[in-house]
């Protein structure tokens, strides 16, 4: 049977918070994404599979026309996610190992005492006695939060008595000891991660996302691959 050609943007599913109005231009730019950003954009579909199946099986026992056309027009549909899925895991298999985009971390991206990386600059008040790329480990998952704490005193805040920050699980400042590690090595990846993170997290949602990224990126670029 021959395999369903798709556009790039066909494989990205629609008013999906994770990846906002991300129009891939080719095929190649979501492989460039890597395997577990290709994995989370499979995930997607699936939820949407699992949804028209239902909907199909609430019409099985459909009677008037209108219904049967209904349901036609749903196992169609279930079909083109079928296809799509079958050629995002068919790219998988190309892609290789990076960092998933922040916007498309599950619920297990990292594990509470796993090391990791926080960008850390001063903003809204928050005065850090130092700044750039801190390591800490990661103290407290609470779903959308996550604390971090250091060995050092790093501010005069509340949190952990100065020895903590607090902030959202898909903000850029955070990166898993691995994923830093890359970015790093990878200036090239590290772009179009940071640029495609930001806008579909920040512009795209209408949330504020404080992290000036040609700042981060230049600071990526000097930063200890070491820490």
Not at 172 to 188: C, F, G, R
Request: net charge neutral; proline share 4%; with cysteine.
């Amino acid at each position: 049977m021959k395999a369903t050609k798709f556009n790039a943007k066909d494989l990205i599913p629609e008013n999906d918070n994770d990846f906002p109005d991300f129009s891939p231009k080719s095929i190649g730019e979501i492989e460039f994404l890597g395997k577990e950003t290709i994995r989370q954009i499979v995930r997607e579909w699936r939820w949407e599979a699992r949804e028209l199946s239902k909907e199909i099986r609430a019409h099985r026992t459909a009677a008037s026309a209108g219904q049967v056309e209904r349901r036609n027009i749903l196992i169609l549909k279930k079909r083109g996610v079928d296809n799509r899925i079958k050629a995002l895991l068919d790219l998988e298999k190309r892609a290789g190992h990076k960092p998933v985009l922040t916007t498309a971390r599950s619920g297990d991206w990292i594990a509470e005492g796993d090391p990791v990386i926080f960008y850390c600059i001063p903003c809204d008040g928050f005065a850090p006695r130092r700044v750039g790329f801190l390591r800490g480990v990661l103290k407290e998952d609470a779903g959308e939060f996550v604390t971090i704490q250091f060995t050092e005193k790093l501010h005069g805040d509340d949190c952990l008595d100065g020895y903590g920050v607090n902030l959202k699980y898909r903000s850029i400042q955070i990166l898993p000891l691995a994923d830093y590690k890359y970015l790093v090595a990878h200036p090239e990846f590290a772009r179009v991660w940071v640029n495609t993170t930001y806008e579909n997290y920040a512009r795209k949602l209408g949330l504020q996302e404080r992290v000036d990224c040609d700042e981060f990126l230049r600071d990526l670029a000097t930063a200890n691959p070491n820490l």
